[in-house]
Each structure stands twice: as C-alpha cells, then as structure tokens.
C-alpha cells in the first residue's frame, strides 16, 4: 500500500499539485445483534481503496478509487487535480509546518477481535439476552462488533505513516412497554453499547451477562415510575451521560473548522470566536478538558493524524478558561498557533476533517456518592436517551433512560423520561464538583456525524460523575 | 460498471448455497463551499456487493467492494462462514421470489454525465449569486441498485439525483433554500442561493422569544425533517411490532387533523423514484394516514412473516446495514391543501412563529411522537397575519401528534426535500411535502442567534 500512495503523490505533484497526501486503507468490520434471542444479523464488512487530496493553486481536490493498483492510484490523482482546477480558489492556503514522519502503529492486543470466531460472538449475544429475559420486557437486544483497520499514509513534505488499528465493543439492551410509555435501559451504554481501541478482552470483560438482570429489572421499573419534575433543580450526571455532554458542548465548539464557517451548512458553526483563545470563560474552576490523542484504548488514538501531525495531548479548557482548539495544518496556520493534529477521514472514500480525538474531562476528587451527598434537592441522571444542541452548540437538551430524585444526599425514588436543558457556558459555569479518578471511565463515541458528504468518526471521552446547580429538567412538550 | 453482472458473479461465487447479491454503484462528485469558494470537493467512484447466503434456515451476510473473481470468492466464503456462525432464525421468511418491478422514473443521461467540471461550475453558480456568504454544496451523482438471487430475482435500476443547498450567513443572519431532483437541470443553484440570501437578510437583529405553545408556519423543509424523524420509529412495521411507534394500538383511529394525510410513494416521478427494495420486492404506494386516520405501516417480508397477521411487503427492505431498525419508509409525500401561498398560512396563523427550517432533531419519546431540536436559518414572529421582525434559533419540543392535530392550512404546491446527507454508500431520498400551518408549536427555549 505503501508504494501505491507514493504513486499517487507522485502523480499529483506531476500534475501540478503543490501539496498531496495519499491514504490506503482496508477495513474489515464485522457486527452481530441477536434481539428477542433471534440472530438479527451476522456480517462480515470489508471495504478498501485509496483517497487522494491534493492543493492545486491554492485549491483543494480530493478523489479515490476503489482499486488498489498503480491504475487507480494515478486515476486518483490525476481526478483529484481536475476537480481541483475545476474549483479555484481566490486567496489560496497556506499550511501550518510539519516535520515529516516515519511511524508503524499497532493497537496494543491480546486477542485479535477480528479473529475471535463469529460462532463466539453469537453465543455471548445469546447468552447476555437469556439473562435478561423477564415477562415485563418486550424487546431485548445484545450486539456485539470487531474492526480492523490497515491505514498507510503519505505526504507529499516526506511522511510516511502506517496503522493497524483494532477496535471491539459491545452492549445489551432491555425494553419494555406499557402504561409507562416505552422504557429502555443499556448497559454499559446506549447507542449500541461501548466501544474501545483494543483486543477482544475488552469486550470479555465488559461482563454483559453479569450485568443483564439489573437492566432488565430497571426497564420494567420504569414503567412504574414517577416522570421526572419539571423544575430548576441542582443535578448530579453519571460519567456516560457527560461524555456526550463533553461530546457535545465542549468538543464540536472547539473545532477550528467550525468556528471559521466551513460546516455552517451542515453540522453548524460556533458560539466561540478565534480571539477567545485565552480569555473565554467556558465554565466553572472545576472545569478541565483535554484533547488526548494518546489515550490508551482510545478510539481517538493515533501516532500521527491523516495528514501527518503527531498525536499530541493539549488542554481545550484550564480551569474554566478557553485554552486551545482542535485544527488542522490549515486551521492552524490561519489562528498563528499550533501544527494540527486533530484531521481524521472516515475511510479511504472521504476527505479528513477536524474531528475529535480523545476528549475529556479531567477527573475531580471524590466519589459520585460524596457529589450526591452534596445535594439537598436535586436529580441523578444516568445514561443517555437523547440529544440536540442548536448549530452553535449553546442550547442543549439531554435526555437520559433512568434517573432518581435526591433527597438530603441521598438517592429517593426512581424517575423516567428525565430530561436536562442549558445554555453551554451558563451550563459549565454552574459545575461545582467532579468525581475523582477512581469514577473516571472512557467511553467511546462511535456515531460522531459532520461533513458533506457525511462522515462518521469514532472517538472516546474519558469522565467522572459530575455535579451541577441550578440546572431545568423535565421539560414537557 | 454494470451493476446486474457482477450480482450475478457473486451469486455463482457462491455456488452450492441459497444466496441474494445486492450490489450499489456510485459515482458522483460533491463541491462543497464556504465563503466565496468551494473547500471540499469529494469525488466518489465505488461498488459494493451485499451477500447474504442461507445455510439450513441460518443466514450470513457479508460485503465487500473487490468485484473482481477473487474478491468475490473471498466475499462468498467469508458470507458463507457467517451463515455457519449463526443459529436458525425461526420464521425466516426465505429468499424474496422474482417479482416484476414498477417501471419508474428517475434517471436520466444529462444528469449521469455531470462531471467534476459541471458540478464545480454550479458551485460556482450558488457562490456568485449573491454578494451574502454562502455556505453549502452542489452534488449530483448516478447510482445504480441491482439485485441477484438463486431464488430467480434479476433486477436493477439506475438513478441519478442533484442537490442544492445553500446557508446564506453573515454575522448575525443567516437563510435557508435547497433544492433537489433527480434532473440536475431542474435545479438552479443561483436561485437557492438567492433565496437563500433573501430570507438571511430579514434576520439581521433577532430577538429570544418566551417558551410557549404557539400557532406556527413551517416551511417544507421544517415539515420534510420532522416527518422523516417521526417515520424513524413512527412508520416501520418493526417499531410496530416492538411498541415502540406511536401507531402501536393506533391503527385505524383518527389520530391527526383531517387535512392530515401522508403516504410513502416512491413510485412518484416528482420524488426520487424506486422500483424495489432491497431484497428486490416492488415498491408500493403505502398510505400511512389518510384524512387524519392512521392506516398502517410499511412492512419488508421478514416483519410480515413475523407478525403472522395477514401483512405482506409493501416494499421496504433495509439495506444490510440497517437490516436491525427494519423497514422504513424513505419516500414521505404529504398531501397538499389550498393554500395557495405561504403567506396565506401566515394569514391564517394570525400570530405565531414562522419556522424555515430545523437542526439537531432528536427523538425523546418515540411512543408519544415527542421530538426535540432547533429552528434555523430563518425564524420569524408572524403578527396579524404577516411574517414579522426576526427570532433566534428556537429550541422546540414537540409531539408530532399534536402538532398535526390542528391544522388551519398546507400549501397547495409540494417541495422535494432531501433526505440524505450522504453517510456511507449514496442512496439518495427525500420528502415530498407543503408547507404547513398548525395551531401547536410548543417552544420551551431560546438559543443562539441566526448566521456566522
């Protein structure tokens, strides 16, 4: 693959690209999902080819092919230019400098998660949905997922950058329907469970069996419960629900890209300006958050990104003070600060973008009980329902499957349908408590969507429970 | 690339089993632009082939894009290997029996031939039309769908599709137009720029309005998105069957305003048509709610055989892909009423709020139809009739019943609302909807304000 991409740089340059990089990638992913103890699907995904991009006067052009021959890879290029010198650009770009690089990565693993035989993954799906077969419940589903991924990558200023990722994951759901509207409860997480860059010990030690019963018997509870209150009350959110509000509030609104205007048509802007750098204050003391492209087990892990910038691990937020953006070398260069580091494409078919890594907030001191112990009158949040936030990322709601109310510093009753809303900086500015290091877990994102045309990105925030004041629940419709 | 030949190949590949080969081809460039010039141009030349093997009532599935012998023999191996791996699934409904496919619309030779120039020119288009920044792109794209089996299916079908959108944004304004067709040259991409532009210079000085329940104008492209969210769980025989659609012990009562009525047609030469689903069913025009009462979903063979209640396909088998949320409907048309402007809406909202557009939906109660989001690019107070001074972006959290329960108007004339925003392998769709009048929008928040 290696000398494939050096062909397609080569043919790039000589046909008047002043910059080019060239990915190679084969991915094999497989999924199995059993629901209501019927296999619903056993795939087995493979997918490869190579995408050029290349600055032709100052414009950019991006094209791939399928093929992983010399062929496809000059036809790639020679695309590439065209569509390129179809679409000039006006002031041209400039690129933040980088030192090339030579670099092999290979994700750290004990069992090949690709390799653990199809008949495995099917009998841990049934097995995690025979334990959570109660009367109340109507639907149960177990999943299950494994991908591999060889990436080569080469530049046209002298990297050379070659991968081989695995990542693996897994989760159970139990759904119930009644009076009570229409309940689920996930573990470890929703939205298909939880995903890390690692071997299939990850998923072995996720124990979905062991933890089946309590998602049922929750599911079925819920129906019963009481809805949660609408009031502004002081909230305590477990450490899933605020990776996606991390994801969400902290993450995109800190893409370079975002903020200069390049997914205004799409996935929004920004409510952060570039000179806010230094002198914006995001939230609350409490607040720390770091961009780590070296997070062991972290989908976001690299040694170098996509276009040739070594992983690196920055504050985003120090304190509660803006302290740096995720970019690109194009980004970069336009603010005057920083090399990039944060550019990842989809697949071979996609052009990189600035996206996540790994995000996360810094771990506090304390457990979630103290926070909780902390609370008069308030509500604990767990696991996430739902989501939205407005295209400059202030507004938000979050619905979570199960929450409590709190009483004195102690969890009461059970709640459903519990909903959140804030205003971003508003929001941060009301944490006053974070859970240390013994509650910090990382989850991982795998269905981050941006772009046009769209490209999904996997990335993972490490958390702690967390507690905020004053915040609205229960909104209704 | 022909697309039928190499299904064929796959399904000899796979000889000695019950196997369907569904393969999607894709070519098409997208010129992605900001500001004053295009920053992401992406183009695209792909094919993908989907085998599912049956292995003594167990099946596989698996995919690839080498088509040539060995990839495929690698692909049928690999399927087969998969089938071997799972357990019998009881009431497998087997292979999909050949069927004759509605001839369709929907391709067509000009649009096939757009290359990398014609589309960074109507890029180039959108971008000069107005001296407002635009932000958005031109695609089109040719896509062909073909499906083989060992139980006699041999079909195939070739579409072409364009697309137009345009944010119209500076600092503190911003505006929505786009425009799609399966005939790039029904689509002026000047014009949605200047639309687009028009409607972002009336948002200059947006102020917050109070969380209430108001009567309310939605533009096509609000309706278009709020209907595709509620079909997510609301429109599929599978939700249906798992209680999670709010048509669960619904069907047959009067649900929604009598004006009310929504069909799934992608048989429509005005939408992006399709002659089959994914297994190679024929497309059926599906009514949903007619005059206001729910009339039924939209089944694939697997959910008919499962509910064992007399359903059948009407046509909407999932790719592989999507096979665990089962059949939905990606051919949404509401019919239209007498309206013969949007500004006869506002007239009968009277005073209310005037959406174009929204963002970031997100379902909190699929049983209750209760979705959340924002308003976008282009939100308004209407006083006495009239669409009045500009809104910042409005958090609303809505129930789709209710919403559609009170309807004073819709516009006579439908707009082709793109449903895709091109994830994955191109499969274009959308909504073919009014704009639309109801007496409930419930607004629980305000947010940022419109443009940069």
């Known amino acids: 693959m290696r000398a494939l991409c050096e062909t397609a ?37 493979e997918s490869e080819g190579i ?129 009570g509207g ?4 996930s573990y470890p997480t929703a939205h298909n469970g939880l995903s890390a860059q690692a071997g299939w010990e990850f998923v072995e030690g996720l124990d979905l069996v062991g933890h089946a019963p309590r998602v049922t018997e929750q599911a079925v509870a819920l129906l019963t419960a009481d809805p949660c209150p609408s009031e502004v009350t002081d909230v305590v959110i477990d450490a899933e629900q605020m990776a996606l509000q991390v994801h969400e509030s902290v993450g995109h609104p800190t893409e370079l890209d975002r903020i200069y205007g390049t997914e205004a048509s799409y996935a929004g802007t920004s409510f952060i300006q570039p000179g806010d750098l230094g002198s914006l204050r995001y939230g609350s003391e409490h607040m720390n958050i770091t961009s780590d492209a070296t997070t062991e087990r972290g989908l976001g892990t690299f040694s170098y990104d996509d276009e040739g910038v070594a992983a690196v691990r920055e504050p985003i937020v120090r304190e509660g003070v803006l302290a740096g953006f995720l970019t690109s070398r194009e980004t970069a260069a336009k603010i005057g600060a ?140 | ?34 500001g004053r010039e295009v920053h992401q141009p992406t183009l695209i030349d792909n094919v993908v082939v989907t085998l599912r093997v049956v292995r003594d009532g167990k099946v596989g599935i698996a995919a690839t894009n080498r088509v040539e012998p060995d990839g495929l023999r690698e692909l049928a191996r690999r399927a087969g290997q998969a089938a071997d791996s799972s357990v019998a699934t009881p009431g497998f409904p087997g292979l999909a029996p050949p069927a004759d496919p509605p001839d369709v619309q929907g391709w067509d030779e000009e649009t096939a031939a757009l290359g990398p120039d014609e589309q960074a020119h109507r890029a180039a288009a959108a971008i000069a039309a107005t001296t407002t920044g635009v932000y958005g792109f031109f695609t089109s794209g040719e896509t062909e769908l073909a499906i083989a089996s060992t139980a006699g299916v041999r079909t195939s079908q070739s579409m072409t599709d364009a697309t137009t959108i345009v944010v119209a944004a500076d600092r503190g304004c911003s505006g929505y137009a786009e425009a799609s067709s399966w005939r790039a040259r029904s689509l002026d991409p000047a014009a949605v720029a200047r639309e687009a532009a028009e409607k972002a210079s009336r948002t200059n000085g947006a102020a917050a309005a109070d969380p209430a329940r108001y009567r309310a104008v939605l533009e096509p492209y609000a309706i278009g998105t709020l209907l595709e969210y509620f079909g997510f769980d609301t429109f599929g025989a599978q939700a249906l069957l798992e209680e999670r659609s709010y048509f ?72 592989a892909s999507l096979l665990a949320h089962g ?78 329960a009170d309807v ?23 909504a073919l909807v009014p704009a639309l009048a109801t007496a409930s929008f419930n607004v629980t928040g305000s947010g940022s304000r419109p443009g940069l």
Not at chain 1, 24 to 38: D, E, I, L, S
Not at chain 2, 3 to 32: F, K
Not at chain 2, 408 to 430: A, C, K, Q, W
Request: hydrophobic share 40%.
């Open chain 1, 182 to 185: 229409f309940q689920i409860r």
């Open chain 1, 51 to 179: 995408g050029v991009r290349v600055l032709v006067d100052g414009a950019w052009g991006f094209a791939c092919d399928r093929r992983l021959t010399e062929q496809g890879a000059r036809e790639a290029a020679a695309r590439a230019c065209a569509f390129a010198r179809a679409a000039p650009s006006a002031d041209g770009r400039a690129l933040a400098p980088i030192t090339p690089a030579q670099a092999h990565y290979v994700t750290a693993r004990e069992r090949d998660p690709i390799e653990v035989p199809l008949e495995e993954k099917v009998g841990l799906c049934i097995a995690a949905e025979e334990a959570l077969q109660l009367p109340q419940v109507n639907v149960t589903q177990a999943s299950v997922r494994a991908q591999k991924e060889q990436k080569v990558l080469v530049t046209s200023d002298g990297s050379v950058v070659e991968h081989e990722q695995v990542e693996c994951g897994g989760g159970i759901d139990a759904m119930a329907a009644g009076d």
């Open chain 1, 338 to 477: 920083g090399a990039g580091g944060s550019m990842r494409a989809d697949t071979w078919n996609r052009m990189p973008l600035v996206r996540m890594t790994n995000l996360h907030l810094e771990p506090g001191e304390g457990t979630k009980d103290e926070l909780i112990a902390g609370v008069k009158k308030g509500v604990y949040l767990e696991t996430n329902k739902s989501w939205s936030i407005d295209d400059k990322r202030l507004n938000f709601q979050f619905g979570t499957q199960i929450a409590w109310e709190i009483r004195d510093g102690k969890l009461g009753r059970m709640l459903r349908d519990a909903t959140y809303t804030g205003i971003t900086p508003v929001f941060w500015g009301s944490l006053d408590g974070v859970a240390g290091p013994e509650e910090w877990v990382l989850h991982g994102v795998t269905n981050c969507g941006k772009g046009q045309p769209g490209q999904g990105a996997h990335v993972s925030h490490g958390t702690s429970p967390a507690r905020f004041r004053g915040v609205q629940v229960g909104i209704k419709s």
């Open chain 2, 248 to 319: 669960s012990g619904r069907i047959g009562q009067r649900a929604f305003d009598e004006k009310v009525t929504i069909v799934d047609d992608a048989l429509d030469p005005r939408g992006l048509p399709k002659a089959f689903d994914f297994e190679g069913m024929p497309k059926q025009r599906v009514p949903l709610v007619e005059d206001g009462v729910i009339r039924g979903v939209v089944w694939d063979r697997a959910t008919a055989a499962r509910a064992s209640n007399g359903a059948h396909s009407t046509g909407h088998a999932p790719p």
């Open chain 2, 1 to 34: 690339m022909s697309a039928l030949p190499v299904a064929q190949d796959a399904i000899d590949a796979a000889a000695g089993d019950e196997a369907e080969a569904v393969v999607l081809t894709e070519r098409s460039g997208l010129a992605r632009f900001a």
């Open chain 2, 327 to 404: 059949p939905f409907p990606a051919a949404l048309q509401m019919t239209g009423g007498d309206a013969e402007s949007i500004e006869e809406l506002a007239e009968l909202v009277g005073d209310g709020i005037y959406v174009t557009r929204l963002h970031y939906l997100s379902v909190v109660d699929p049983r209750e139809g209760v979705i959340t989001g924002m308003t976008r690019d282009g939100t308004f107070r209407i006083r006495g009739g009239k669409v009045a001074e500009p809104l910042v972006n409005l958090r609303f959290t809505v129930s789709v019943p209710e919403l559609l």
């Open chain 2, 408 to 430: 004073p108007g819709l516009t006579r004339d439908l707009t082709l609302v793109n449903g895709s925003d091109f994830y994955g392998e191109r499969y274009p769709f959308g």
């Open chain 1, 9 to 45: 740089v080569e043919a790039a340059l000589a046909a008047g690209a002043s910059y080019a990089d060239a990915r190679a990638v084969v991915r094999r992913n497989q999924q199995v999902m059993t629901k209501n103890r019927r296999v619903e699907t056993v795939t087995d995904v």
